[in-house]
Nanobody, 126 residues
Framework: QVQLVESGGGLVQAGGSLRLSCAAS????????MGWFRQAPGKEREFVAA????????KYADSVKGRFTISRDSGKNTVYLQMNSLKPEETAIYYC???????????????????WGQGTQVTVSS
């Protein structure tokens, strides 16, 4: 079992920055890939970023490339999502997820992920 708890969401003006954190507990943190997804009201959950277990392979949605950065600190069992130049259309609940089956090549769709956090609200005002 893996427990995930997100934090760091909030209200920010367009163009601003936020850093989300996802603290993991339970199964050995370093042995699985982690991803960030988001879901806006009335929309499907969409991929944002993912990172493999050693932190050397990262993937990003095209819409966030160059603005968002995913990283992980295995010593703290935490994965981060630094979000810069935020846009109002990025208002959503942001979720972190763990995929215990993929170690080297993180998935970019929600289906392979086994565990999910409760989400943290990010609101970007115009």
């Amino acid at each position: 079992q893996v427990q995930l708890v997100e934090s760091g969401g909030g209200l920010v003006q367009a163009g601003g920055s936020l850093r989300l954190s996802c603290a993991a507990s339970g199964r050995t943190f370093s042995r699985y890939s982690m991803g960030w997804f988001r879901q806006a009201p009335g929309k499907e959950r969409e991929f944002v970023a993912a990172i493999n277990w050693v932190g050397r392979s990262t993937k990003y949605a095209d819409s966030v490339k160059g603005r968002f950065t995913i990283s992980r600190d295995s010593g703290k069992n935490t994965v981060y999502l630094q979000m810069n130049s935020l846009k109002p259309e990025e208002t959503a609940i942001y979720y972190c997820a763990a995929d215990i089956s993929r170690i080297y090549d993180p998935a970019t769709s929600p289906d392979p992920y086994d565990y999910w956090g409760q989400g943290t609200q990010v609101t970007v005002s115009s």
